[in-house]
Nanobody, 120 residues
């Protein structure tokens, strides 16, 4: 299992930047994959970015070229650098970790979420 704690959300003007952090309670190098999702009011939670244990990353088309996912294995922390923010990026952002074990199979864990609000 893993506990995830997010931080870094806030209010920012359109065109600005924020960096979200997700601190994990275990070595992130042992996690199968980690990623970021977001959910705006009245909408489904949507995929934003993902990083596999191999280091391979992929992004939703809506954020590609603007957001960058990265990880610090020493601090056991994953980051989402968000640049050129748009009002449509406003949402609660959630950290996700997928862990695969023989006992439990594939299990997803989630952080508490952090609010990002982009003003126009």
């Amino acid at each position: 299992q893993v506990q995830l704690v997010e931080s870094g959300g806030g209010l920012v003007q359109a065109g600005g930047s924020l960096r979200l952090s997700c601190a994990a309670s275990r070595s992130i190098s042992s996690i199968n994959a980690m990623g970021w999702y977001r959910q705006a009011p009245g909408k489904q939670r949507e995929f934003i970015a993902r990083m596999a244990s191999s280091g391979r990353t992929n992004y939703a088309d809506s954020v590609k070229g603007r957001f960058t996912i990265s990880a610090d294995n020493v601090k056991n922390t994953m980051y989402l650098q968000m640049n050129s923010l748009k009002p449509e990026d406003t949402a609660v952002y959630y950290c996700n970790a997928n862990i695969v074990t023989v006992v439990a199979g594939s299990v997803d864990y989630w952080g508490q979420g952090t609010q990002v609000t982009v003003s126009s």
